[in-house]
C-alpha cells in the first residue's frame, strides 16, 4: 500500500494550492478517503473526509467554504483544492485511507498513511 501527496509548498495568505494523493496497492473505489493535517505543538486533526463514490464530504469547520475534497477513482487519485489559505493553515497534510466506505472521521478510522507535504502559509 502506498500513498503520496504532492503539491505542498510556500504561498502567501489569501492563495491557494492543490494536494494531491495517489494510491496504490489496494482497492481504492472501495474505501473512504480523508486529508489531515499537523501543525508544529499540535494534534494531527482532520480536514476534510470523502465518501468511496465521492457522494459525500465532510469539512472541519475551520476549512469549510474554502477547501474541496475531490477524488477520481479510475485515477486513483485524490484532491484538496486549498483555497484562500491563513497562516493557521501551516502544517503538514496527510492522506489517509480508511477502512470504510463511509465517512470517517478519527484517525483511528483510517488504515493507510501517506508521508504527508508541508503547507506553509506566510507573508
Known amino acids: 500500500v502506498q500513498l503520496v501527496e504532492s503539491g505542498g509548498g510556500l504561498v502567501q495568505p489569501g492563495s491557494s494550492l492543490r494536494l494531491s494523493c495517489a494510491a496504490s496497492g489496494f482497492t481504492f473505489r472501495r474505501v473512504a478517503m480523508g486529508w489531515f493535517r499537523q501543525a508544529p505543538g499540535k494534534e494531527r486533526g482532520l480536514v476534510a473526509a470523502i465518501t468511496w463514490s465521492g457522494g459525500s464530504t465532510h469539512y472541519a469547520d475551520s476549512v469549510k467554504g474554502r477547501f474541496t475534497i475531490s477524488r477520481d477513482n479510475a485515477k486513483k487519485t485524490m484532491t484538496l483544492r486549498m483555497n484562500s489559505l491563513k497562516p493557521e493553515d501551516t502544517a503538514a497534510y496527510y492522506c489517509?485511507?480508511?477502512?470504510?466506505?463511509?465517512?470517517?472521521?478519527?484517525?483511528?478510522?483510517?488504515?493507510?498513511w501517506g508521508q504527508g507535504t508541508q503547507v506553509t502559509v506566510s507573508s
Open positions: 489517509a485511507a480508511s477502512s470504510s466506505a463511509y465517512i470517517a472521521t478519527t484517525q483511528g478510522d483510517y488504515d493507510y
